[in-house]
């Protein structure tokens, strides 16, 4: 009997441990359990397990219901959204039409200013509550496409967020999603299901837990500590598979390059600097070898996947001798170098991607020397371009909202704090915000899309993929964009 007792232990050990998924990120939220700060990578990582929004995206980039079953235009700066009955928060409490009154009150506030969602959806104005499962939203200008942005509004418990303030929920966050938060720490999230979530998980725990250097998850999943790591390289591709595991790669719905600088003056304010250093990267060379060929080069501000894509324009040609006589038309025959402010491990083989730009451009007497920090840092110093280089990679996201308008909002004057800036554009880009005419839209995101290939304002280099490594032991890991299923995830024994 006792025999018997110890080996039925034993087994429920093993399957309370087949019960946590372990994944490793490269850093965790800088504000912790706040969904506020922004709906991009990293953060989105970890707030996805928590938190849910208005509506989603489907793995067909078409929009979904999510915690609003449909919606209706009622006037040109007004929409109403019609909420899922029967949703509770993490802490018993009822998903109603006041959470989402509380969190457009919130960001539409001067208390939200250090949060950058504010500004990624700067186009809210009010939300007014019909009933406990009707609400309408008020936005600033007419916004035809507003629904897409409903993908980026996370819906926080209100009472719990007013009688904590945003600092102490950031350390007890309470949402609708598949888990509930245990614990936050500095290097680790400890999580469990939330069996009454309206799309609760499959498994019992997850930890999810951050390893800055890329190496280091990749000798995680190895090593069996973890089951899933993120931000790895396709370089590590051929070790994961040796020991059993898989790697797969999504699309995170973003063009990624290096962006100049032309607010500060210098060379990169010369449209012919920009274009030849353009045509001075090989980009087939690193989509083949850098990135395993899982990817396509970039040749504008928008990913496939987004609402104004532009299959017409064409790739920059690599051209090394055309880039060196359009060099020395700008003035510059003998060369010029420039300082590139980089992340350590922020995107797949990120680092072995500037060090081939590096070598490229030495070809063409253009030097980039790089100056490489920790990836929270950059994030830092990118909310305010607090950065002493030149340049500095970043994606060109159309995520959340699949809208190549999201990545010109950011690379646009309409930035607070701008690193380039094309006034002629602006009016353009204002219309194509408020076109309602769908070909209409598309059309002229289209063309602004054009006009930025011409104005070279970035190194565009390719359609930015996330590698994502498995142990054998994962089933139904799935993700769209940043945004990964937690509530389908499963881990075998």
Not at 84 to 110: E, I
Not at 170 to 197: C, H, M, Y
Not at 329 to 337: D, P, T, V
Request: proline share 7%; hydrophobic share 45%.
């Amino acid at each position: 009997m006792k025999y018997f007792f110890i080996l039925f232990m034993e087994l429920a050990s093993l399957a309370a441990q087949a019960q946590t998924a372990r994944i490793a990120v490269d850093t965790l939220p800088l504000s912790q359990g706040n969904p506020f700060r922004t709906s991009l990578a990293p953060t989105i990582y970890a707030t996805a397990a928590v938190f849910d929004a208005l509506a989603r995206f489907d793995d067909n980039a078409i929009l979904q219901p999510a915690l609003a079953i449909k919606w209706d235009n009622i006037d040109p700066l007004t929409w109403r959204f019609y909420l899922r009955p029967s949703v509770v928060f993490s802490n018993g409490a009822p998903f109603t039409s006041d959470a989402v009154v509380n969190a457009v009150a919130y960001l539409t506030s001067d208390s939200a200013a250090k949060d950058l969602l504010k500004r990624e959806l700067s186009i809210l104005k009010s939300a007014r509550a019909i009933d406990d499962l009707t609400v309408d939203i008020v936005t600033t200008e007419p916004v035809p496409f507003f629904p897409r942005y409903m993908t980026a509004l996370p819906m926080v418990e209100p009472n719990h967020w007013r009688k904590l303030g945003r600092d102490e929920f950031a350390r007890q966050p309470v949402g609708t999603g598949p888990f509930k938060v245990d614990k936050i720490e500095t290097n680790r999230w400890a999580l469990s299901k939330f069996a009454a979530s309206w799309h609760p998980a499959k498994i019992e725990r997850l930890e999810i837990l951050m390893l800055p250097d890329g190496a280091s998850r990749v000798q995680a999943l190895e090593g069996g500590r973890v089951d899933i790591s993120l931000v790895i390289g396709p370089d590590n591709i051929g070790a994961i598979e040796a020991m059993g595991g898989r790697v797969k790669n999504y699309m995170v719905s973003s063009a990624y390059g290096i962006t100049f600088i032309t607010t500060r003056g210098g060379p990169f304010t010369d449209v012919r600097v920009r274009r030849a250093i353009n045509m001075g990267v090989n980009r087939e060379r690193i989509v083949n070898q850098l990135m395993a060929g899982r990817t396509v080069p970039a040749n504008q501000p928008a990913s496939r996947s987004a609402f104004g894509y532009n299959p017409d324009i064409p790739q920059y040609p690599y051209d090394p001798t055309a880039a060196k006589k359009l060099l020395a038309e700008a003035g510059f025959a003998n060369g010029l170098s420039f300082v590139l402010d980089a992340p350590n491990g922020a995107s797949a083989g990120d680092t072995s991607v500037f060090q081939q730009v590096q070598s490229d451009l030495r070809e063409i007497g253009v030097i980039m020397d790089i100056k490489m920090m920790p990836n929270t840092l950059y994030l830092n110093k990118t909310t305010n371009v607090d950065f002493t280089g030149d340049a500095f990679p970043i994606a060109w996201p159309a995520w959340p909202i699949l809208d190549v308008w999201r990545a010109l909002q950011i690379h646009s004057c309409f930035r607070p704090v701008k690193w380039f800036c094309e006034e002629s554009l602006t009016p353009k880009m204002r219309e194509a915000l408020s076109e309602w005419d769908e070909a209409k839209a598309l059309k002229l995101r289209q063309e602004i899309g054009q006009a930025y290939h011409d104005l070279a304002p970035a190194i565009f280099l390719y359609e930015l993929p996330l590698f994502v490594g498995l142990s054998d032991k994962v089933k139904n890991f799935s993700m769209f964009s940043n945004l990964i299923a937690y509530d389908q995830l499963e881990v075998s024994p």
